[in-house]
């Protein structure tokens, strides 16, 4: 009997067995699929998105970029990268980092996935604005490193001194723009000064430009700005007194505007 009973448990196994492989393998298989880039957690997409930018700057296939980000369920990849070169750079991330995916918003935003309602240039700020503040008097005017003829990729358009005495600070404010004067957001700024360096982009301010960025200067530092990689930085800028219509005097501004050339 004990014999009998020990061929039957076997017998059991076995057969449990045998319907567990055919259930796995033929009537309940499992999907083999692997998972999609959208899928992904937040962190591991913004991973994807750099080595997107990473492998444009390797190959300039900006078609097949746009396809690797679609891949992520981005309706419209351009703000998406855009917001992730701004975080980047704020948070003082990789340079390398930055600088990929600034150069990936900015083909992308040649290759006119902007919104049209978002391709009105916004107001430039002008001296005749602020009509009770009268700059000290100095003269303001732009010394551009020297480079090769035909290397720019963007011109510099204006370089004024502001007098804006509802700010709290002075800023150092920039407007970049395409060769159709439409506004680029995702620029990388690069500024420098005797005490140290800094990466900031366009875009950060939607609600007064996407090609609109400024960063906060010191009274008495003199800063270089260079737009891109390839344009000469804009030299000696400073924020220089005003005096307001009631005797006030003030740390003024100073404005910069920036336009592609090719």
């Given at each position: 009997?004990r014999v009998?009973?020990?061929?039957?448990?076997?017998l059991?196994?076995?057969?449990?067995?045998?319907i567990?492989l055919l259930?796995g393998?033929?009537?309940y298989?499992r999907?083999?699929?692997l998972a999609s880039?959208?899928?992904?957690?937040q962190?591991?997409q913004?991973?994807?998105m750099?080595?997107?930018?990473a492998a444009?700057?390797?190959?300039g296939?900006?078609e097949?970029a746009?396809?690797?980000?679609e891949a992520?369920?981005?309706s419209?990849s351009?703000p998406?990268?855009?917001?992730?070169?701004?975080?980047?750079a704020?948070?003082?991330?990789?340079?390398f980092?930055?600088?990929v995916?600034?150069?990936?918003a900015?083909?992308l935003?040649?290759g006119g996935?902007?919104p049209?309602?978002?391709?009105?240039?916004?107001?430039?700020?002008?001296?005749?604005t602020?009509?009770?503040?009268?700059?000290e008097?100095?003269?303001?005017?732009?010394?551009?490193?020297p480079t090769a003829?035909?290397t720019n990729e963007?011109k510099?358009?204006?370089?004024?001194?502001?007098c804006?005495?509802?700010l709290d600070?002075p800023?150092?404010q920039?407007?970049v723009?395409d060769?159709a004067v439409?506004p680029?957001p995702g620029?990388?700024l690069?500024?420098?000064?005797a005490?140290g360096?800094d990466?900031f982009?366009?875009g950060?301010?939607?609600?007064?430009?996407l090609?609109?960025a400024d960063?906060?200067?010191?009274?008495?530092?003199v800063y270089s700005l260079q737009?891109?990689s390839q344009t000469p930085?804009?030299?000696?800028?400073?924020s220089?007194?005003?005096r307001?219509?009631?005797g006030?005097?003030?740390?003024?501004?100073?404005y910069?505007?920036?336009q592609?050339e090719?």
């Amino acid at each position: 009997m004990r014999v009998i009973r020990g061929n039957l448990l076997l017998l059991g196994l076995g057969v449990g067995v045998v319907i567990g492989l055919l259930s796995g393998w033929v009537v309940y298989p499992r999907d083999a699929g692997l998972a999609s880039p959208e899928g992904l957690r937040q962190d591991y997409q913004e991973m994807y998105m750099v080595m997107v930018a990473a492998a444009h700057r390797g190959n300039g296939d900006l078609e097949r970029a746009r396809v690797r980000l679609e891949a992520l369920g981005l309706s419209d990849s351009l703000p998406a990268i855009t917001a992730l070169a701004q975080r980047s750079a704020a948070k003082g991330r990789a340079p390398f980092d930055v600088a990929v995916l600034g150069e990936l918003a900015l083909a992308l935003s040649r290759g006119g996935l902007q919104p049209a309602a978002e391709l009105l240039p916004a107001p430039l700020p002008t001296l005749e604005t602020i009509a009770t503040t009268t700059p000290e008097p100095k003269a303001v005017t732009p010394t551009v490193a020297p480079t090769a003829a035909g290397t720019n990729e963007f011109k510099l358009i204006v370089r004024d001194a502001i007098c804006e005495q509802g700010l709290d600070v002075p800023l150092l404010q920039v407007r970049v723009v395409d060769a159709a004067v439409r506004p680029l957001p995702g620029v990388l700024l690069t500024v420098d000064w005797a005490g140290g360096h800094d990466i900031f982009a366009t875009g950060l301010y939607p609600e007064v430009g996407l090609g609109y960025a400024d960063f906060t200067m010191t009274p008495g530092e003199v800063y270089s700005l260079q737009v891109g990689s390839q344009t000469p930085a804009a030299r000696g800028l400073a924020s220089e007194q005003c005096r307001a219509g009631n005797g006030v005097v003030f740390d003024g501004s100073v404005y910069l505007r920036w336009q592609r050339e090719r």
